[in-house]
C-alpha cells in the first residue's frame, strides 16, 4: 500500500502532493512501482495536528481518487469519517481505511455494510491532537489485540461481514516508541485474530529514535526507508497482509526477499535421537 498523502502537513512528505495533478502523478508513479493499492488521504493523521473540515477533505481527495480510479490504479480512501468514505468509494475507491477503527464515526459502519468495500480497522484511542495523553496500557499487545477484537464484533453487529475487515494494530498511534517493538514482535498474537494483518511503520517516530545519531537527534523521516522496509520483510515473513509504505520500491524488494525465504524453507528431518 502506497502513502498519497494531499495535504499541506503530514508529517513526512507534506505540501509535496498536495495538489490535484501533483497527487495523481505521484499515485500512478507509487502503482508503477508495485503499490498494490494507493491509500488517498485527506487530512493528517501525525501527532499534534488539527482536524480539516469535512466539504475541505472532500475537495481535496475527490478528484484525485476519480482520476486515479479512471487510470486503473486500486485506490484506499484515508478516513475517519462516513461521508469521505462513501463518497470515495462512489468514486471508485476499494478499500477504507479508518484509523479510528470505526470509533470516530460509527456510520462508518454502515457504509462498509452497504457497499461490500475492504475495511481497515486501526487501534485507536483518540484524535491526534490527543492521542500521546492517552498511551496508557497494562500491556500493549494484550490490550490492543483485546480492543480491535472489540472492534470486530461491532462491525458484525453492523452488518459487515467478517470477509471484509483486516486488521491494524497503530503502530504509533497513542504508542511511545517503546511500545511499538512488542507489537511488532507478537503479530501473531493479531493474526491469531484469523483477520488479515496490515502495519504502517512507515518513516513513524519510533524508528527515527532507533536511528538516533551520536548527538541523541532523532533521524529525519527521509532517512528510516532502510528500517521501514526492514519491517516491511520481518512483517511478510510473520504473515502480514499488507504493509503501508512511503517508499515502495525498498518495500516491494524486502517482500519479495521474505517470500523467497519462506518458499525456501524444508521441513527438518529428525535424526533417530531426536525422534525418540
Known amino acids: 500500500m502506497g502513502v498519497l498523502n494531499v495535504t499541506p502537513d503530514s508529517f513526512s512528505d507534506g505540501g509535496e502532493w498536495f495538489g490535484p495533478e501533483a497527487a495523481v502523478a505521484h499515485g500512478v508513479l507509487l502503482a508503477s512501482q508495485g503499490a498494490d493499492l494507493v491509500d488517498v488521504g485527506g487530512e493528517s493523521t501525525r501527532p499534534g495536528a488539527a482536524r480539516v473540515p469535512e466539504d475541505e477533505e472532500l475537495a481535496r481527495v475527490l478528484p484525485v481518487v476519480r482520476e486515479l480510479t479512471a487510470r486503473g490504479v486500486p485506490v484506499s480512501i484515508d478516513t475517519t469519517r462516513a461521508r469521505v468514505a462513501a463518497r470515495a468509494v462512489e468514486a471508485g475507491a476499494v478499500v477504507v481505511n479508518d484509523v479510528s477503527g470505526g470509533l470516530a464515526e460509527p456510520g462508518i459502519y454502515?457504509?462498509?455494510?452497504?457497499?461490500?468495500?475492504?475495511?481497515?480497522?486501526?487501534?485507536?484511542?483518540?484524535?491526534?491532537?490527543?492521542?500521546?495523553?492517552l498511551a496508557v496500557y497494562d500491556d500493549v499487545v494484550t490490550d490492543v489485540r483485546d480492543e480491535l477484537a472489540e472492534r470486530v464484533a461491532?462491525?458484525?453487529?453492523?452488518?459487515?461481514a467478517r470477509e471484509q475487515v483486516v486488521l491494524d494494530p497503530g503502530l504509533g498511534f497513542a504508542k511511545p516508541g517503546a511500545a511499538n517493538w512488542p507489537l511488532l514482535a507478537a503479530l501473531d498474537e493479531l493474526l491469531a485474530l484469523d483477520l488479515p494483518v496490515l502495519v504502517g511503520a512507515s518513516r513513524k517516530r519510533f524508528l527515527g529514535t532507533l536511528l538516533a545519531g551520536p548527538d541523541g537527534q532523532p533521524a529525519p523521516p527521509l532517512a528510516r526507508d532502510g528500517a521501514t522496509a526492514a519491517i516491511s520483510a520481518l512483517a511478510a515473513a510473520a504473515g502480514a497482509w499488507c504493509v503501508r509504505v512511503h517508499d515502495v520500491p525498498g518495500s516491494v524488494d524486502a517482500v519479495r526477499v521474505a517470500r523467497a525465504w519462506d518458499g525456501a524453507r524444508r521441513p527438518r528431518t529428525l535424526n533417530t535421537e531426536e525422534q525418540k
Not at 454502515?110 to 495523553?133: F, I, K, L
Not at 461491532?154 to 459487515?160: C, E, K, M, S
Open 154 to 160: 461491532d462491525l458484525v453487529a453492523a452488518g459487515v
Open 110 to 133: 454502515d457504509v462498509v455494510a452497504r457497499t461490500g468495500v475492504v475495511y481497515v480497522a486501526m487501534h485507536w484511542r483518540g484524535h491526534a491532537d490527543v492521542m500521546d495523553s
